[in-house]
């Protein structure tokens, strides 16, 4: 999952240890304590009254010295300290490679910049004891600049859900064609699984076909579907699933929604409408991962008409990129909370920021 972005992180790195001398080992306590005697010899010398040593040699290399470069003789003495040393011009290429590596795989341009400028931040003039080798000090910075922007609001949904009061009512929104009714299909077996019961409300009364689709799935999971004739209230169907929840004490209220185009102010109208009537305690951002950029404009449109609480992607097991993953729980500051990662009722997993971080920088 998310190769691609893989590849250009795994990239970014090794430009930075070509940049900054490649990878060094770390200099051993023998080596740093001849260093710091050797130092302390030469402070000493220095502060002679000829300002020479016994052979006269102390001039010669106090010019040697004034000759190099000032990076240079920082770096020598870092490297024999056991240390690091980032600087500007070691990152201002691979800093640019990454940002186009980022905006290639989809990622949205805020977002870009906030890594970039972490990593930046992170890294520019650090000069730290060394671990292990320069890469470590990259993949630390990468690690801690793509958690930042992708663990973004980001809460345990199971006990959200166990400690609201019920019945908890969910309503999804997104495009046409995302798999937004298959993706409540498989919240409502996982909910099962774990003990919640639910019952399925179709707002979706406009599209053709739409209760049919909804039904199968109620049939197949053994179900309750709320549904009014084609052309009904959305918000009067998911009001009537609330009731029936309260009613049979079912735990959550899953409602769909029509297939709302972020630019249709009628559709978004009716989406403000059932946010009122119904108060949902959840309303879900449901598109595909393979979206990219388009995902992201959605999500930050959908999230204007009726504030979400968080997003599913679908089709993330055919998402080489990974930029909406790494973009939608910014740019809206609501958090990713499921991947769809198949066809099946148990292809949903719980979106792990920590665990998408350390797949990208190949720590799995």
Same mark, same amino acid.
């Given at each position: 999952?998310?190769?691609?972005?893989?590849?250009?992180?795994?990239?970014?790195?090794?430009?930075?240890?070509?940049?900054?001398?490649?990878?060094?080992p770390e200099?051993?306590?023998?080596?740093? +304590?001849?260093?710091?005697?050797? #130092?302390? &010899?030469?402070?000493?010398?220095?502060?002679?009254?000829?300002?020479? /040593?016994?052979?006269?040699?102390?001039?010669?290399e106090? &010019?040697?010295?004034?000759?190099?470069? !000032?990076?240079?003789?920082?770096?020598?003495k870092?490297?024999?300290?056991?240390?690091?040393?980032?600087?500007?011009? &070691?990152? @201002?290429?691979?800093?640019?490679?990454l940002?186009?590596?980022l905006?290639?795989?989809?990622?949205?341009?805020?977002?870009? @910049?906030?890594?970039?400028?972490?990593?930046?931040?992170?890294?520019?003039?650090?000069?730290?004891?060394?671990?292990?080798?320069?890469?470590?000090?990259?993949?630390?910075?990468?690690?801690?600049?793509?958690?930042?922007?992708?663990?973004?609001?980001?809460?345990?949904?199971?006990?959200?859900?166990?400690?609201?009061?019920? !019945?908890?009512?969910?309503?999804?929104?997104?495009?046409?064609?995302?798999? %937004?009714?298959?993706?409540?299909?498989?919240?409502?077996?996982?909910?099962?699984?774990?003990? $919640?019961?639910?019952?399925?409300? =179709?707002?979706?009364?406009?599209?053709?076909?739409? =209760?049919?689709?909804?039904?199968?799935?109620?049939?197949?999971?053994?179900?309750?579907?709320?549904?009014? /004739?084609?052309?009904?209230? !959305?918000?009067?169907?998911?009001?009537?699933?609330?009731? $029936?929840?309260?009613? =049979?004490?079912?735990?959550?209220?899953?409602?769909?929604? +029509?297939?709302?185009?972020?630019?249709?102010?009628?559709?978004?109208?009716?989406?403000?409408?059932?946010?009122?009537?119904?108060?949902?305690d959840?309303?879900?951002?449901?598109?595909?991962?393979? +979206?990219?950029?388009?995902?992201?404009?959605?999500?930050?449109?959908?999230?204007?008409?009726?504030?979400? /609480?968080?997003?599913?992607?679908? %089709?993330?097991?055919?998402?080489?990129?990974g930029? #909406?993953a790494?973009?939608?729980? $910014?740019?809206?500051?609501?958090?990713?909370?499921?991947?769809?990662?198949?066809?099946? $009722?148990? /292809?949903?997993?719980?979106?792990?920021?920590?665990?998408?971080?350390?797949?990208?920088?190949?720590?799995?």
């Amino acid at each position: 999952m998310f190769d691609g972005l893989k590849d250009k992180l795994s990239g970014f790195r090794k430009d930075v240890e070509e940049s900054a001398g490649g990878e060094e080992p770390e200099a051993s306590d023998e080596t740093a +304590a001849d260093e710091s005697a050797a #130092a302390s &010899d030469n402070s000493t010398d220095a502060g002679s009254p000829t300002g020479e /040593d016994a052979d006269g040699s102390d001039a010669a290399e106090s &010019d040697e010295t004034g000759d190099a470069d !000032p990076s240079t003789f920082q770096r020598a003495k870092a490297f024999a300290t056991g240390r690091i040393i980032i600087e500007e011009e &070691d990152l @201002e290429e691979p800093l640019w490679d990454l940002e186009m590596a980022l905006l290639e795989s989809d990622v949205e341009m805020s977002v870009a @910049e906030q890594i970039l400028d972490t990593v930046r931040e992170k890294m520019l003039g650090e000069s730290r004891k060394q671990v292990e080798t320069t890469g470590e000090l990259v993949e630390s910075a990468l690690h801690d600049a793509l958690l930042d922007v992708i663990a973004v609001g980001q809460f345990d949904f199971e006990e959200r859900i166990a400690e609201a009061e019920k !019945p908890v009512t969910i309503v999804f929104t997104g495009v046409n064609g995302v798999g %937004k009714t298959t993706s409540i299909a498989k919240l409502s077996e996982w909910l099962d699984e774990r003990g $919640y019961s639910s019952v399925l409300a =179709n707002g979706d009364t406009y599209r053709a076909g739409a =209760n049919e689709q909804i039904a199968e799935h109620a049939d197949r999971l053994d179900r309750e579907l709320i549904a009014h /004739d084609q052309g009904g209230d !959305p918000a009067a169907v998911i009001y009537d699933g609330v009731e $029936y929840a309260e009613a =049979n004490d079912v735990d959550v209220v899953l409602g769909d929604t +029509a297939g709302r185009l972020h630019t249709s102010d009628d559709l978004m109208a009716q989406l403000e409408k059932i946010d009122r009537v119904v108060d949902p305690d959840m309303t879900l951002f449901v598109d595909e991962a393979v +979206a990219g950029q388009d995902a992201v404009n959605r999500a930050k449109e959908f999230n204007d008409a009726a504030e979400i /609480d968080g997003a599913i992607l679908t %089709k993330a097991d055919a998402d080489s990129s990974g930029g #909406a993953a790494i973009s939608v729980a $910014y740019v809206t500051g609501k958090p990713i909370l499921f991947l769809g990662t198949g066809q099946g $009722y148990d /292809d949903i997993t719980l979106f792990d920021p920590e665990e998408l971080v350390d797949s990208l920088l190949g720590e799995e």
